[in-house]
């Protein structure tokens, strides 16, 4: 079976800048039954979705997980990101020039980090020189971590707000779940007053979501690990939401990853853990039956999964329409709905 996992981007198409207003963007709708595309805006979405349809968003927020610095003993420059914390030790994918020893220091501002250990060359063990909260600490001198191929991951001070989704609010992710980022909160409103239900998981999207595979043979590749949590106010949404004849209304890959983890039993549960489920073609989806999606980069498990669900060559179709008609891609881009 072939799998739609590659394709050739024009440059140009990599959004640098997000839209204003939000919703704004463009929306390129797939409809699986009729096997159709149409081209519309994320602000047309009350018209797409209907009374009794469940939105299920991912209300994880995006840290301040960039940090710039110098070495203590060189004064050279040092540049770390904030993956997640140990036992009050945080794993850092960092680097610099030269060799670090065991218990060097790096200075960010009056904020001193010493290194207690490390995975690889970049990947460290780093323990802040002080009792104050990991995120109050990251927040004060932290930036937002914008991936590489956005401006080279240089942040502005708009994209503190802009590069987070209007929902957010469970820290812990190190890159935004970026269908989210469409939404305003007058377009929510719409849809809650025309009668669409929402609920909330949580999936704290981390850098393996970036990542290209490594091998063609799915049953090779190795998944990274997300903490993600399905509670059981959602779980009863869900029910309540097939029960009433709606649709369950997946806002991103991080929400269909979550539901269908927590779906494995065969019935959604609720759910709360470290997940490394790999979405790939042919697969079952048992909670999902809509989906709300970013156009992804290629050679990454997003597109199998997005293949998994529209149908491979409905997907292949639907990028070859998306760069012929200029569509925005990436973490600022356009969206999908797939129906």
């Not at 003993?73 to 060799?99: N, P, S, V």
């Not at 980090?113 to 002080?130: G, I, N, V």
């Not at 690990?225 to 709606?246: D, F, I, K, M």
């Not at 983890?261 to 609720?270: F, M, N, R």
């Amino acid at each position: 079976m072939s799998t739609f996992i590659d394709y050739e981007l024009p440059p140009e198409l990599i959004a640098q800048e997000p839209i204003e207003p939000r919703d704004a963007s463009r929306l390129l709708v797939l409809d699986r039954a009729g096997d159709t595309l149409s081209h519309r805006h994320f602000r047309d979405l009350p018209d797409l979705l209907r009374k009794d349809d469940l939105l299920v968003l991912n209300d994880t927020r995006v840290l301040p997980a960039r940090l710039i610095g110098v070495r203590s003993k060189t004064g050279g420059r040092w540049e770390g990101l904030f993956l997640r914390e140990l036992d009050g030790r945080w794993e850092m994918l960092a680097q610099t020039r030269g060799w670090v020893e065991i218990g060097e220091t790096v200075d960010i501002g009056s904020l001193r980090l010493a290194l207690r250990d490390r995975t690889s060359d970049r990947h460290w063990l780093m323990e802040p020189l002080t009792t104050r909260p990991t995120i109050e600490l990251l927040s004060e001198f932290g930036q937002m971590p914008l991936p590489p191929y956005i401006r080279k991951g240089q942040a502005r001070p708009d994209d503190t707000d802009r590069y987070q989704t209007v929902f957010a609010d469970r820290p812990g992710a190190v890159a935004a779940p970026t269908a989210g980022l469409h939404f305003t909160a007058d377009l929510l409103q719409q849809l809650t007053t025309m009668g669409v239900q929402r609920a909330s998981v949580t999936l704290h999207v981390g850098l393996g979501t970036f990542e290209p595979m490594r091998t063609l043979d799915v049953e090779k590749h190795v998944m990274h690990h997300e903490w993600c949590e399905v509670p059981l106010s959602t779980v009863e949404a869900v029910t309540a939401c097939r029960q009433r004849g709606g649709r369950v209304v997946a806002v991103g890959t991080t929400a269909v990853r979550s539901l269908e983890t927590a779906s494995q039993s065969g019935t959604l549960q609720p759910w709360s853990g470290e997940t490394n489920l790999f979405i790939y073609p042919p697969y079952e989806f048992r909670s999902v039956d809509a989906l709300i999606t970013n156009f992804h980069l290629p050679q990454t498990t997003l597109l199998f999964l997005v293949s998994a669900f529209a149908g491979v060559e409905r997907l292949r179709h639907a990028y070859d329409m998306a760069i012929r008609e200029r569509y925005r891609f990436y973490s600022y881009g356009d969206a999908m709905l797939i129906v």
